[in-house]
């Protein structure tokens, strides 16, 4: 499914963009995406980017019944379905303005 995700952006092959700062101007790769998990760093991604992180989040609670897996729990509560439900309900005219997004290796974590 991670992989899916990967390649759901509108980038060439799907690629999502990454960026070290709000106005978008500095990219970031996933490598150094990855990296900032070890200081519980952050990244900037499109709005679009954080709705498709919540259908497929959804998309994970579905496939647990069937596979067991369980998923981490900083995204198995109900505060983070009714915050991307939040976020999906709240119109906006731009879809590309940038999102802060928290970076934690540690899924105990609250969103």
């Not at 690629?15 to 070290?20: D, E, P, R």
């Not at 990855?34 to 709005?47: H, P, Y």
């Not at 900083?74 to 970076?103: A, M, Q, S, W, Y």
């Amino acid at each position: 499914m991670t992989a899916e995700f990967d390649s759901a952006g509108p980038g060439p092959d799907g690629a999502w963009s990454y960026f070290a700062n709000e106005e978008g101007r500095l990219s970031l790769n996933r490598s150094e995406v990855a990296a900032l998990g070890d200081i519980g760093g952050s990244f900037w991604a499109s709005r679009d980017w954080y709705i498709v992180h919540c259908l497929f989040s959804w998309q994970k609670y579905h496939r647990m019944r069937r596979t067991k897996i369980i998923m981490e729990e900083r995204f198995d509560i109900l505060h983070h379905v009714k915050h991307c439900g939040r976020l999906i309900r709240n119109p906006t005219p731009d879809h590309i303005f940038l999102i802060e997004v928290l970076v934690t290796m540690n899924s105990r974590k609250d969103v």
